[in-house]
């Protein structure tokens, strides 16, 4: 029988994402044991101390293990942390020792959305693709610049590392993992119990953009607020560059180290949101949306919508349209 190890970290952290890879992985043994197969995992929870109290001593788990007392494991999982990420990493530092070791032995690692950052600091990301919520991407980048964060992505899958986005998109990294290890019957199985909407790959349509504004480089935090103020105008790059005594390549460069998008990536994420935010909430039409956000081609603006968002506008509207949705 193999070994899964849920790891319960020191500090705030979220129990659903404990619980729910607990459940969904006790779920896929009795599923097996109903088809005459022995269980294909004995899963514990291990932790730094018998006991770990979350949200404000609300809930306490109480793992089955100590951590030092599992010596090999062949599947980790990680759970998400709370928002103070840099406090969560010197409160686990032996977490992330254990998990050098582990993955040295040969175990597969999975982190749940913000616990790629536990995952990051164990130097294991360096060089490869990982996500992580959206919400934290910038942090993220910052704090970890050698990693590839790709943060559209549901589920990445690299080397026997593995990484989702954020809150419960964790559950199809569980249904990835379950079929990965159990087979495909078994993940449509849990899909269909645990009513979770099975092969979803992208985060995409629950993004925000809000702007990395998390630098120093304060002429580049002006030019991102004329960009995003004026974002439905026609905007000449050059002229931009030159209001601020640059030229276009220092411009473009400059402003790219800094928030990780060219200026006119930015422009077009900026239009795009401010168009999301409308198909939301008015009976405005694809083309007046298009139209209000500085955008005259409509296959251009339906391309690049779904480029950035992951759905056309049209789809867009009906999902998250408030009137659309009571009629």
């Given at each position: 029988m193999k070994h899964l190890t849920i790891v319960v970290p020191k500090g705030p952290h979220n129990l659903s994402s404990v619980v729910g890879a607990y459940k969904i992985f006790t779920r896929a043994n009795s599923y097996w044991e109903s088809q005459g197969r022995q269980p294909l995992f004995k899963v514990q929870l291990a932790g730094l101390s018998k006991t770990v109290k979350l949200h404000d001593d609300l809930f306490t788990v109480k793992p089955h293990v100590l951590l030092n007392q599992v010596e090999q494991t062949d599947l980790v999982i990680i759970p998400s942390l709370?928002?103070?990420f840099k406090a969560?990493?010197?409160?686990?530092?032996?977490?992330?020792?254990?998990?050098?070791?582990q993955h040295t032995k040969g175990a597969a690692i999975a982190s749940i959305c913000t616990g790629a950052f536990l995952l990051a600091a164990t130097g294991l990301l360096k060089g490869k693709t990982c996500s992580t919520h959206w919400i934290a991407a910038d942090k993220?980048?910052?704090?970890?610049?050698?990693?590839?964060?790709?943060?559209?992505?549901?589920i990445t899958d690299e080397g026997g590392i593995y990484t989702n986005g954020g809150a419960y998109s964790?559950?199809?990294l569980m249904l990835y993992l379950v079929e990965k290890y159990y087979d495909r019957s078994t993940a449509v199985f849990c899909s269909k119990v645990f009513q979770i909407d099975i092969d979803r790959n992208s985060q995409s349509p629950f993004m925000i953009f809000s702007g990395q504004k998390e630098h120093g480089d304060e002429l580049i935090k002006k030019a991102q607020m004329y960009l995003e103020q004026n974002s439905a105008e026609?905007?000449?790059?050059?002229?931009l560059a030159s209001q601020f005594a640059l030229g276009r390549r220092s411009f473009d460069r400059r402003f790219k180290t800094a928030t990780g998008n060219t200026p006119l990536e930015y422009l077009q994420r900026a239009r795009i949101e401010a168009a999301k935010k409308s198909l939301e909430s008015t009976r405005k039409s694809i083309n007046e949306v298009m139209y209000d956000v500085g955008y005259v081609d409509v296959k251009a603006f339906r391309e690049l919508f779904r480029k950035i968002?992951?759905?056309?506008?049209?789809?867009y509207k009906e999902r998250y349209n408030k009137e659309l949705a009571q009629i």
């Amino acid at each position: 029988m193999k070994h899964l190890t849920i790891v319960v970290p020191k500090g705030p952290h979220n129990l659903s994402s404990v619980v729910g890879a607990y459940k969904i992985f006790t779920r896929a043994n009795s599923y097996w044991e109903s088809q005459g197969r022995q269980p294909l995992f004995k899963v514990q929870l291990a932790g730094l101390s018998k006991t770990v109290k979350l949200h404000d001593d609300l809930f306490t788990v109480k793992p089955h293990v100590l951590l030092n007392q599992v010596e090999q494991t062949d599947l980790v999982i990680i759970p998400s942390l709370n928002h103070d990420f840099k406090a969560a990493l010197p409160q686990n530092k032996v977490i992330i020792s254990w998990l050098q070791e582990q993955h040295t032995k040969g175990a597969a690692i999975a982190s749940i959305c913000t616990g790629a950052f536990l995952l990051a600091a164990t130097g294991l990301l360096k060089g490869k693709t990982c996500s992580t919520h959206w919400i934290a991407a910038d942090k993220f980048r910052l704090m970890f610049p050698d990693v590839n964060l790709v943060a559209d992505q549901i589920i990445t899958d690299e080397g026997g590392i593995y990484t989702n986005g954020g809150a419960y998109s964790f559950l199809n990294l569980m249904l990835y993992l379950v079929e990965k290890y159990y087979d495909r019957s078994t993940a449509v199985f849990c899909s269909k119990v645990f009513q979770i909407d099975i092969d979803r790959n992208s985060q995409s349509p629950f993004m925000i953009f809000s702007g990395q504004k998390e630098h120093g480089d304060e002429l580049i935090k002006k030019a991102q607020m004329y960009l995003e103020q004026n974002s439905a105008e026609q905007i000449n790059m050059e002229v931009l560059a030159s209001q601020f005594a640059l030229g276009r390549r220092s411009f473009d460069r400059r402003f790219k180290t800094a928030t990780g998008n060219t200026p006119l990536e930015y422009l077009q994420r900026a239009r795009i949101e401010a168009a999301k935010k409308s198909l939301e909430s008015t009976r405005k039409s694809i083309n007046e949306v298009m139209y209000d956000v500085g955008y005259v081609d409509v296959k251009a603006f339906r391309e690049l919508f779904r480029k950035i968002s992951g759905m056309s506008p049209m789809a867009y509207k009906e999902r998250y349209n408030k009137e659309l949705a009571q009629i």
